[in-house]
């Protein structure tokens, strides 16, 4: 079964930042594009970033210029770095294999508990 532990969120300050990481097990992790969601209470959860096998990258215009996704294949981790943090940026951040669409993100099997980030103005 796919595991997947998120860390690294908390709270700061509108334009702060912060750095998550993602470990997964349970798959060909190098072999799978993964992504960044996140979900703020009462809205659906939402792709913000992914990254390719081979490292191409692709972002919500919402965060575009300001997170950077990466990964680390020799230790099956993907990280997000999140600068110029904004209120609007408040939910729990989750990793997982890249979906995109909604209903192809409704059949992920596993999620896991993700990590809170919260953004004070």
């Known amino acids: 079964q796919v595991q997947l532990v998120e860390s690294g969120g908390g709270l700061v300050q509108a334009g702060g930042s912060l750095r998550l990481s993602c470990r997964a097990a349970?798959?060909?992790?190098?072999?799978?594009?993964m992504g960044w969601y996140r979900q703020a209470p009462g809205k659906q959860r939402e792709l913000v970033a992914s990254?390719?096998?081979?490292?191409?990258?692709n972002y919500a215009d919402s965060v575009k210029g300001r997170f950077t996704i990466s990964r680390d294949n020799a230790k099956n981790t993907v990280s997000l770095q999140m600068n110029s943090l904004k209120p609007e940026d408040t939910a729990v951040y989750y990793c997982?294999?890249?979906?995109?669409?909604?209903?192809?993100?409704?059949?992920?099997?596993?999620w896991g508990q993700g990590t809170q980030v919260t953004v004070s103005s």
């Open positions: 349970g798959m060909l992790f190098r072999l799978n594009a």
């Open positions: 997982n294999l890249a979906r995109f669409s909604d209903y192809d993100v409704s059949r992920l099997d596993y």
């Open positions: 990254i390719s096998s081979g490292g191409i990258t």
